[in-house]
């Protein structure tokens, strides 16, 4: 075989593909249930941003920890079609930034608990832990409340009330 002849065979050879890393991508099975509330969460984000919401970020946002995010976007969009007193183009925009900002960081404090709270279990078996049980769960409880207590406040700037 001479030169030429391998390379014209080599330039027939169609060229393989480089491998696709598919780790990150999994297959969904979703019942009718969870396709509605993927389905109404992704309207509602839709109408609240004013931009279309693709079915995977939707996905994403009710697997993540921003379900309440969800929720409170989809309630708005809920009590805008009902009639209430103050419609979504009513509330300043610096006030909507303001809470989901409030959200994400409420996220994070809980995020952070649950770090400390793994360390500390590993701390406290070794009997060097300055930090009880009931400090930590103070901890998650305030949390919580906080998280509470903005939801009700989205709640009532939303109907206009309190």
């Known amino acids: ?52 919401v693709g079915f995977s970020e939707a996905v994403r946002l009710l697997l993540t920890d921003k379900v309440g995010v969800a929720k409170v976007e989809a309630k708005a969009k809920a009590i805008v079609s009902s009639g209430s007193v103050l419609g979504e183009r009513e509330i300043p925009q610096h006030v909507i930034d303001l809470l989901n900002d409030i959200q994400q960081r409420l996220g994070y404090a809980q995020g952070s608990l649950n770090s400390l709270s793994k360390d500390l279990v590993l701390v406290n078996d070794k009997n060097d832990g300055h930090i009880s049980q009931h400090q930590l769960d103070r901890a998650f409880e305030d949390v919580h409340a906080l998280r509470v207590w903005l939801e009700t406040f989205e709640h009532k700037l939303l109907l206009g009330t309190g």
């Open 1 to 52: 075989m001479t030169a030429t002849t391998r390379a014209t065979s080599k330039a027939k050879r169609a060229r393989r593909d480089h491998p696709v890393n598919l780790e990150h991508r999994k297959m969904l099975r979703l019942g009718d249930e969870e396709l509605a509330a993927v389905e109404e969460t992704r309207r509602a984000l839709s109408v609240v941003r004013g931009s279309e």
